[in-house]
């Protein structure tokens, strides 16, 4: 139920933003809410717009919506080891160091999530803790790290961005047939 209320007030925030960015920004550029070019500028902002805010807010929703536990300052054996392995892999792809979370769960799960290289987390269940070995979890560690050095939050980002500005200009069109 936690993970429903945190989707559903992220993406309410997310267009109430852009409903007030728009409200500015279509008189200023001039464009005709009514006419296509002006769905595809609204389309456009609330497609690219929604996946920049939630590439931006991406860290805190995912720690909130897992009840992720980012380690500041280790508690154990296992929580040294994570934090030296995610280091050494970070330094390793020239990188800056993520938060490093631990969520309960007894899935065998791991995930990295950030707005660029210098600012990302990477977190890991359990599940994954408990019942991999040491060199099986590094490499699910080494696999979180490469995304976050290749950048793929960003160009999934662009991606979706594009996705969506598209669904919503030709859903609109299609309805209006």
Known sequence: ?????????TNLAILLVLGIVLSILMPVLGVDSSSNAGLLVMCAVFGMGGSFI???MAKWIAKRSVGAHVIESPRNRDEQ?????????A??????MPEVAIYDSPEINAFATGANRNNALVAVSSGL????TADEAEAVLGHEISHVANG???????????????????ARVVAQM
Do not use: H
């Not at 803790?129 to 991999?132: I, P, V």
């Not at 960003?154 to 969506?164: F, R």
């Open 81 to 89: 080891w994570l934090i030296d392995t995610v280091r050494r892999q």
């Open 1 to 9: 139920m936690k993970r429903v209320f945190l989707f559903v007030a």
């Open 129 to 132: 803790l408990r019942q991999m």
């Open 91 to 96: 330094e390793s792809a020239g990188i800056g």
């Open 152 to 170: 793929d939050m960003v160009t999934l980002t662009l991606i979706q961005g594009v996705l969506n500005t598209f669904v919503y200009f030709f």
């Open 54 to 56: 939630s590439l931006w």
